[in-house]
């Protein structure tokens, strides 16, 4: 559930589709098919944002369903290496990955990989449908995906820079950026977080003297969420703490290097626009509007969400539900705690909710649809790049906001691993209670029967405590 560079308009490159053949189609006993098939899956959870080591679960658990026992399974964020067999008769398959889904992609899969945990699919019939879903083509039109982009910036800008000013610069900048991301060029794609920040910045800062838009710093985080790496920096602290080291030391780089070009493109617009030093400090925000109003960000975010990444039509309800959870959390956290551990509130009342909606038997949304939009309303990436882009010109703040991120992203980290853990105690509480059940004693089974006489020992023994009749009298001998 990264919040990585938006590439979700691209193909995933998956084992080719077997060809189509007169001989009767291989079963799931084929290993090497089989290996192919969980080769794909793993690829399909990375390119759906799903963390190292529940791809590995996920994997596993599909391997166990089709009696493939030995596995062993690797998976970097790039990267995914799958092994079946033992010692000499040992195969392995590895793959790269660098798609990244919508979220109806991320629904597709998730409907996928449930089939086949309990191997109701063929392999060769599973590797067509990963390619099927890896060519699924945009459900939405791009002007209604860009609109939504608009939508979702604009919400944003109500929750972090409450004014109406705010939104409307929000809704176009919001728009601008929405058209660059629906762009298919890798070499946009490279340079498209510098770019973006560029000329985001470059349009705040001109319109800042003139216009009441309140602190740019904060309305500069909402055209560029999406690129924040908040949750990046999140999992790769998750995965360090859960051991694993290359996963979680990678994505912790790769959130660093993000928010520098992120910091890199707001600094070249200052300098080219001449802005002081005193323009990159944040400042205090005064809230003018209703508290209500706040209901409406939420509306206009989950809505724009909805729409730019393409959502299942049965899934807004419930992204909607975890927004509200979330940023409620996160207000109380901040009113109880501080604002840079409020995080931890949010985190924690958030995370078992998307996995209980993700375990639902009927509408289960995948939790990448519901935890990744009410992650960017936590916003840890938010406070860093503000700390990146004001340690440059400020030094001595710049270390203060740093570290202030830091708390942020640790307490939110923090809030996912107890929700996490607190929903499986749940869940698996539930389970034992709904699970009780009293065997009845063999002994006492119909199926044993009293020896020679073919009658079960239960009858029997029901037979021996009926009371005799009394006999009948008897009249004299005539």
Not at 34 to 62: M, N, P
Not at 121 to 128: Q, V
């Amino acid at each position: 559930m990264m919040p990585r560079h938006d590439r979700r308009n691209e193909r995933m490159p998956i084992t080719p589709t077997p060809p189509p053949s007169a001989e009767a189609a291989p079963t799931s006993e084929d290993p090497a098919l089989l290996r192919a098939f969980l080769l794909g899956i793993a690829e399909g959870l990375t390119a759906s944002d799903e963390t190292t080591d529940r791809i590995r679960a996920e994997v596993v658990e599909v391997a166990d369903a089709y009696g493939l026992h030995d596995v062993d399974v690797v998976v970097l964020p790039t990267i995914a290496i799958v092994q079946t067999g033992r010692a000499e008769s040992a195969r392995l398959a590895l793959t790269s990955v660098r798609a990244s889904f919508r979220f109806d992609q991320i629904a597709a899969m998730a409907r996928l990989v449930r089939s086949a945990k309990s191997a109701e699919i063929e392999p060769a019939d599973g590797i067509r449908r990963l390619n099927e879903i890896g060519a699924m083509p945009p459900s939405r039109h791009w002007f209604m995906r860009t609109l939504g982009h608009a939508l979702l910036v604009a919400g944003l800008a109500l929750l972090l820079a409450p004014s109406w000013q705010a939104v409307v610069v929000g809704f176009g900048l919001g728009a601008i950026v929405g058209i660059a991301k629906l762009t298919r060029s890798r070499t946009l794609a490279l340079i498209l977080p510098v770019a973006a920040a560029f000329v985001c910045a470059l349009i705040v800062f001109l319109l800042a003297p003139v216009v009441a838009i309140g602190d740019p710093l904060r309305l500069l985080i909402a055209p560029l969420a999406t690129f924040l790496p908040g949750a990046m920096l999140t999992t790769g602290v998750r995965e360090l703490a859960a051991g694993q080291m290359v996963a979680g030391s990678s994505r912790l780089g790769a959130g660093v290097v993000q928010l520098a070009l992120l910091a890199l493109g707001i600094l070249a617009a200052g300098t080219v626009i001449g802005v002081g030093e005193d323009e990159y400090v944040p400042r205090e925000v005064q809230q003018t509007l209703p508290w209500w109003v706040a209901g409406i960000g939420l509306a206009l975010y989950g809505l724009g969400v909805y729409l730019h990444y393409a959502a299942p039509g049965r899934s807004f309800g419930w992204v909607l539900l975890a927004l509200v959870v979330a940023y409620a959390a996160q207000q109380l956290g901040a009113l109880v705690l501080s604002a840079p551990t409020s995080g931890f509130i949010g985190a924690l009342a958030a995370t078992p909710l998307v996995l209980w909606i993700e375990d639902l038997r009927r509408g289960a949304v995948p939790s990448q649809l519901t935890f990744t939009p009410a992650f960017w309303i936590l916003v840890p990436g938010a406070a860093s790049l503000v700390g990146v882009t004001e340690g440059a010109v400020a030094q001595s703040a710049g270390i203060d906001d740093v570290t202030t991120a830091f708390v942020a992203v640790m307490s939110i980290a923090l809030g996912v691993f107890i929700g996490s853990a607190l929903y499986r105690f749940l869940r698996r509480s539930a389970a034992e209670i709904a699970d009780f059940h009293v065997d009845l004693p063999a002994m006492l089974g119909t199926a044993d029967r009293s020896p020679g006489t073919g009658v079960g020992v239960a009858d029997a023994a029901a037979r021996d405590r009926e009371p005799e009749p009394d006999p009948k009298p008897t009249g004299p001998e005539g």
